[in-house]
C-alpha cells in the first residue's frame, strides 16, 4: 500500500528556513506516512531550489504567487491526502500519531499554531489564532491536511498572491476539524515589525479581503 500524504510546500528564498521544516518531517516518513515531498518554488535567488532537490524533493516552478504555486503543487501531488506547510513552519516532535488518528476522519485538519521563541506577545497572538481556526478560519502558517477529493470537489487553491488561505478556508467551512498536534512558525516578522503592529496589519488586510478589496490590491499594500 502507498503512503497517502503528498507534502506540499510553497518557498520563496526560503533557504534560512527549509531544511528544518523537512527535517520536521522525516519521522512521517519513516513511519510511511510520506509518499512525496514537493516544493513549489516562485523564483528563488538563494539556495532553496538547491536545498529542496538534495532533500529529493520534486521541484515545481513558476511565478511567485502564493495561490498559483500551490495549486500548481497540488496538481502534480499523487498521494490520497495532501500536508501543505509553509516553508518556516516545523511541525513538533509527536506529530504522526494525531495524523496518523486524523486520516481516519475524511476531513480535512489544521495544526494548532504556536511561534518559536515567541514569548508572552507569541502565546497570546498564537491564542487567538487558535480560537480562530476553532471558528473556521485557519490560516497557513497552520498547515493543511486535506483530502485529496475533497481538494478537487472545493475546486482547490485560487492563483490568488494573497489570503489564498483565506479563500480555501471559506470553500472547506464545515470540514475543518483540530489535528491534535502543533506547527511551530517563525516569529521573526513579528519581532521585526512588532507584535501589535503586525497583529493590527493582518486584521485589517483581513477586513479589507471580505469586504470586497481584492487580493492583488491587498498584495501591493501588504509589500509596502
Not at 516552478?61 to 495549486?71: C, K, T
Not at 516532535?93 to 480535512?108: F, K, M, N, S
Request: glycine share 12%; aromatic share 8%.
Amino acid at each position: 500500500m502507498r503512503a497517502p500524504i503528498s507534502v506540499v510546500v510553497p518557498t520563496l528564498n526560503a533557504e534560512p528556513h527549509l531544511g528544518a521544516c523537512l527535517t520536521a518531517l522525516m519521522p512521517g516518513l519513516e513511519a510511511g506516512l510520506i509518499r512525496e515531498l514537493i516544493v513549489t518554488d516562485g523564483g528563488s535567488q538563494d539556495a532553496t531550489v538547491a536545498i529542496a532537490k538534495a532533500w529529493g524533493a520534486e521541484v515545481v516552478q513558476g511565478p511567485a504567487s502564493r495561490g498559483g504555486q500551490l495549486a500548481r503543487g497540488c496538481a502534480q501531488a499523487q498521494g490520497s491526502w495532501l500536508l501543505v506547510l509553509h516553508a518556516d513552519t516545523v511541525l513538533r516532535p509527536g506529530w504522526v500519531g494525531p495524523v496518523i488518528r486524523h486520516l481516519e476522519t475524511r476531513r480535512a485538519g489544521w495544526f494548532r499554531l504556536a511561534f518559536e521563541k515567541g514569548g508572552v506577545a507569541g502565546r497570546i497572538v498564537a491564542g487567538w489564532a487558535n480560537l480562530r481556526s476553532r471558528l473556521g478560519l485557519p490560516y497557513g502558517d497552520q498547515g493543511l491536511l486535506i483530502p485529496r477529493a475533497l481538494y478537487a470537489e472545493i475546486g482547490g487553491y485560487s492563483d490568488q498572491p494573497l489570503m489564498e488561505d483565506v479563500a480555501i478556508a471559506g470553500a472547506l467551512r464545515g470540514h475543518l476539524h483540530p489535528v491534535d498536534a502543533v506547527a511551530e512558525t517563525s516569529a521573526a516578522r513579528y519581532r521585526r515589525q512588532g507584535w501589535f503592529r503586525r497583529g493590527t496589519r493582518n486584521l485589517w488586510t483581513l477586513m479589507r479581503y471580505f469586504s470586497g478589496v481584492s487580493p492583488h490590491s491587498l498584495a501591493e499594500s501588504y509589500r509596502r
